[in-house]
C-alpha cells in the first residue's frame, strides 16, 4: 500500500506561485499520480494526474496553462507547480495513486494524502 503526504501549502497572493510536494513511501512503480482539490462546500475535483515521473500528464481547463505536474522518481515524489494562482484556486489539495495510465474520477485512486491547504488572496 502506498503511502502519501503532501506539503507545500500555504497563503500567496493572487498571481503568485506554490510548489506542492507529494512525497510516497513504498513502491510507485506501475502508479500514476493524481492531484485533486476542495474548497469549502465543495465536491472533491479532478485539477490534474499524469506518470509520476511528469513524463505525460492531463489537466483540467481551470489549471491548464498555470500548473504542471513533475516528479523525482528517485525521490518517490511528485510535484504540482502552481504559478499565476487566483483567488478560486484556493482550496485543500490532495495527490493520490491509480493504477490506470491516468484517470480523472476519484474512484479510481486508492490511496490518497491527508491533503494541503492552499490560500490565495486577492
Known amino acids: 500500500q502506498v503511502q502519501l503526504v503532501e506539503s507545500g501549502g500555504g497563503l500567496v497572493q493572487a498571481g503568485g506561485s506554490l510548489r506542492l510536494s507529494c512525497a510516497a513511501s513504498?513502491?510507485?512503480?506501475?502508479?500514476?499520480v493524481g492531484w485533486f482539490r476542495q474548497a469549502p462546500g465543495m465536491e472533491r475535483e479532478f485539477v490534474a494526474a499524469g506518470a509520476w515521473s511528469g513524463d505525460y500528464a492531463y489537466y483540467a481547463d481551470s489549471v491548464k496553462g498555470r500548473f504542471t505536474i513533475s516528479g523525482d522518481t528517485a525521490k518517490n515524489t511528485a510535484y504540482l507547480q502552481m504559478n499565476n494562482l487566483k483567488s478560486e484556486d484556493t482550496a485543500i489539495y490532495y495527490c493520490?495513486?491509480?493504477?490506470?495510465?491516468?484517470?480523472?474520477?476519484?474512484?479510481?485512486?486508492?490511496?490518497w494524502g491527508q491533503g494541503t491547504q492552499v490560500t490565495v488572496s486577492s
Open positions: 493520490a495513486v491509480t493504477r490506470a495510465s491516468y484517470s480523472r474520477a476519484r474512484r479510481d485512486y486508492t490511496s
Open positions: 513504498g513502491r510507485t512503480f506501475g502508479y500514476a
